[in-house]
């Protein structure tokens, strides 16, 4: 192969890979694993940082401060009924240990998929009570308490 093709060849697997990596994550039902429709949730927040977790499946306001108070008084209003005022667990589970209904509670992109989608039992969707944004800080506040083995906090690695 000559070297113009070569580079050209190349470049074009750069291209797609590049591609790749920009893709956005597929987001499932929690139960049945189903695609999730984000065109039904609620409007509002940041598209941008929502973006961002569609890109990745990181949560980027895990950490900042101001996103979590933000996402504490939106558990409180939306949550707490069932997970209690701390999380420490009522008619649902409690979040702030390292045991999960479902495992992949275990990353940001499994809490989010239970958040938005749901999960067996009463914990409806979400997406028509919160947006994406407001599950993404409310998300950010469940890590912030969390008081299980670090080494088993997939979101933070």
Same mark, same amino acid.
């Given at each position: 192969?000559?070297?113009?093709?070569?580079?050209?060849?190349?470049?074009?697997?750069?291209?797609?890979?590049?591609?790749?990596?920009?893709?956005?994550?597929?987001?499932?039902?929690?139960?049945?694993?189903?695609?999730?429709?984000?065109?039904?949730?609620?409007? %509002?927040?940041?598209?941008?940082?929502?973006?961002?977790?569609?890109?990745?499946?990181?949560?980027?306001?895990?950490?900042?401060?101001?996103?979590?108070?933000? %996402?504490?008084?939106?558990?409180?209003?939306?949550?707490?009924?069932?997970? %209690?005022?701390?999380?420490?667990?009522?008619?649902?589970?409690?979040?702030?240990?390292?045991?999960?209904?479902?495992?992949?509670?275990?990353?940001?992109?499994?809490?989010?998929?239970?958040?938005?989608?749901?999960?067996?039992?009463?914990? %409806?969707?979400?997406?028509?009570?919160?947006?994406?944004?407001?599950?993404?800080?409310?998300?950010?506040?469940?890590?912030?308490?969390?008081?299980?083995?670090?080494?088993?906090?997939?979101?933070?690695?």
């Amino acid at each position: 192969m000559n070297r113009k093709k070569l580079f050209a060849v190349s470049a074009a697997g750069l291209v797609l890979i590049s591609s790749a990596a920009l893709a956005e994550i597929t987001f499932r039902n929690a139960i049945t694993g189903a695609p999730l429709d984000m065109s039904v949730a609620k409007s %509002g927040g940041n598209e941008a940082v929502f973006n961002q977790f569609k890109e990745t499946g990181k949560n980027p306001y895990n950490g900042n401060k101001e996103a979590v108070e933000k %996402g504490h008084n939106l558990y409180l209003t939306a949550c707490s009924g069932c997970h %209690g005022h701390e999380a420490e667990g009522k008619l649902g589970p409690g979040l702030a240990d390292d045991y999960w209904t479902y495992p992949a509670n275990a990353t940001d992109k499994g809490l989010f998929e239970v958040l938005f989608g749901g999960a067996n039992g009463m914990m %409806g969707p979400q997406y028509v009570n919160l947006s994406t944004d407001e599950m993404l800080m409310i998300m950010s506040w469940i890590r912030d308490i969390y008081k299980g083995d670090p080494k088993k906090a997939k979101w933070l690695k």
